[in-house]
């Protein structure tokens, strides 16, 4: 045989041996991967690895609707290092975890209104906030009239649960008095009225203004300004005026979508399987809700830096789905448009006008 081919073969069995090792010991091998990221994981910590200034994410785009990519309604809001939430759709704490945000940094919650799909992850959000970081307060949870009744709703329903993780953990690991939340009710701000400011200290102000999301009320939106940077987050409400006003020079504007024409054609799915009751919820919710291009002038008008739409109706199964539910979006609004997915973050870094565009899932 000849010296090359003596070589070739050598490096052959080689591979095989190799190759046969790895796959016996691929277990170990997968487990020794595995302890690294974890480490890795737990030790970092991307608020402190961010330029100063106001950044805003998406831990839930989505809505009542069954979505696999789409968490309930969520949006993460960092001033500085602070970080805040805005809503507590299903999913809220799992997907902010998988952001690397970690729940138990939370200073607060603010929720925009009561529909289920809002709020139906505010439990399981107190309770990786307190068992995370052995918080020993409760979570504040701001919201207008009526959030003392859902605060106190889910401090009930997990009451139980409360005694199992201090009897199993002990009151170190779980401080008993970091269990749940805490309800900052506020009188709703009129149509015509005042904002409501919740926060103004460190340089970040924090304020509440009206939204038009009938027969739900009171229905509120939030608004956030760091660093003169500033940021809107419309809640569920039809085109509004009030969005707009507060909206005016805003960095970034997030803003639910529902497009009717999408929506649409659920309905008449609806009716020709005889389903009258779906019929008639996806005729009602086209009533309560902003349009794509609703959203697009109002971020025109208000001279908005980037619009980025959350809370997207109905289900986007497929990426090509996103022009259809746009319509004419993008030729209205001359900046920068995205339809929002979990995990989307914008940071607006203070002593700038740029905005850097990420997603902390991808």
């Not at 000849?2 to 487990?31: C, D, N, Q």
């Amino acid at each position: 045989m000849k010296p090359w081919r003596k070589v070739l073969t050598s490096l052959a069995v080689i591979v095989v041996v190799a190759g046969a090792a790895a796959y016996h010991w691929r277990g170990e091998i997968v487990l020794l991967g595995m302890q690294r990221t974890i480490a890795r994981t737990l030790a970092a910590d991307p608020i402190a690895d961010l330029p100063d200034g106001l950044h805003v994410g998406l831990c839930g785009s989505g809505s009542p609707f069954p979505d696999p990519t789409r968490s309930g309604p969520c949006v993460a809001v960092v001033a500085g290092k602070r970080l805040f939430v805005i809503d507590a759709g299903d999913g809220s704490a799992r997907k902010l975890q998988l952001m690397g945000l970690s729940p138990g940094r939370i200073e607060a919650v603010f929720l925009t209104h009561f529909h289920s799909d809002h709020i139906d992850g505010l439990g399981g959000l107190m309770l990786q906030r307190w068992g995370t970081a052995a918080n020993t307060t409760p979570l504040p949870v701001y919201g207008p009239t009526g959030v003392e009744t859902v605060v106190a709703g889910f401090n009930a329903a997990y009451g139980l649960d409360e005694g199992y993780r201090v009897a199993h953990h002990g009151p170190i690991v779980m401080p008993p008095g970091g269990f749940g939340g805490v309800a900052k009710a506020f009188a709703s701000p009129a149509a015509d009225g005042p904002d409501v400011v919740l926060i103004d200290d460190g340089g970040l102000k924090v304020w509440a203004f009206p939204v038009d999301h009938r027969p739900v009320e009171p229905a509120v939106g939030y608004a956030f300004t760091y660093r003169n940077r500033k940021l809107v987050v419309s809640g569920d409400t039809v085109a509004s005026p009030r969005v707009e006003r507060e909206a005016k020079g805003a960095d970034v504007l997030v803003h639910e979508a529902l497009s009717p024409r999408l929506v649409g054609m659920l309905q008449q799915g609806a009716h020709d399987a005889g389903r009258s009751n779906l019929e008639a919820v996806f005729r009602d919710i086209l009533t309560y809700h902003t349009t794509p291009e609703q959203a697009a002038e109002i971020a025109e008008r208000a001279g908005v830096g980037y619009l980025l739409l959350d809370h997207i109706v109905p289900t986007l199964p497929y990426e090509a789905l996103e022009g259809p539910f746009l319509g004419r979006a993008r030729a209205i609004y001359s900046g920068p448009l995205k339809v929002g997915h979990d995990g989307d973050f914008i940071s607006m870094p203070a002593g700038s006008k740029a905005d850097i565009v990420t997603n902390l899932l991808r």
